[in-house]
């Protein structure tokens, strides 16, 4: 059971990144996926999330309009693919796994990453 995150790093203003999440294949398969972010201080928050069959996302209102999440079930990837990036961007990004279609809290995900840090450059 391991989920692996990558494509983190520096951004300017404006700037798009995609993040990636490598996962096994007993994850992939059988759970809704999401993407959190975390900076110090404060508590970890949902970004997007999105259904086992990837007919169903949600993204919050923080972010909507810039990210999009997806999902290569052939890959077991998970992707974030960010763009106009702000500065309140900056935190470490979480790849999650739940075992529900769609789940929205962080209680309710049972398998994380180690993260990969998204941070603004001015």
């Known amino acids: 059971v391991q989920l692996v995150e990558s494509g983190g790093g520096l951004v300017q203003a404006g700037g798009s990144l995609r993040l990636s999440c490598a996962a096994s294949g007993s994850i992939f398969d059988f759970n809704a996926m999401g993407w959190f972010r975390q900076t110090s201080g404060k508590e970890r928050e949902l970004v997007v999330t999105i259904s086992r069959s990837g007919s169903d996302t949600y993204t919050a209102g923080s972010v909507e309009g810039r990210f999009a999440i997806s999902r290569d079930n052939a890959k077991n990837t998970l992707y974030l693919q960010m763009n106009s990036l702000k500065p309140e961007d900056t935190a470490m990004y979480y790849c999650?796994?739940?075992?529900?279609?769609?789940?929205?809290?962080?209680?309710?995900?049972?398998?994380w990453g180690q993260g990969t840090q998204v941070t603004f450059s001015s």
């Open positions: 999650a796994a739940c075992e529900g279609w769609m789940c929205y809290e962080v209680g309710n995900y049972d398998y």
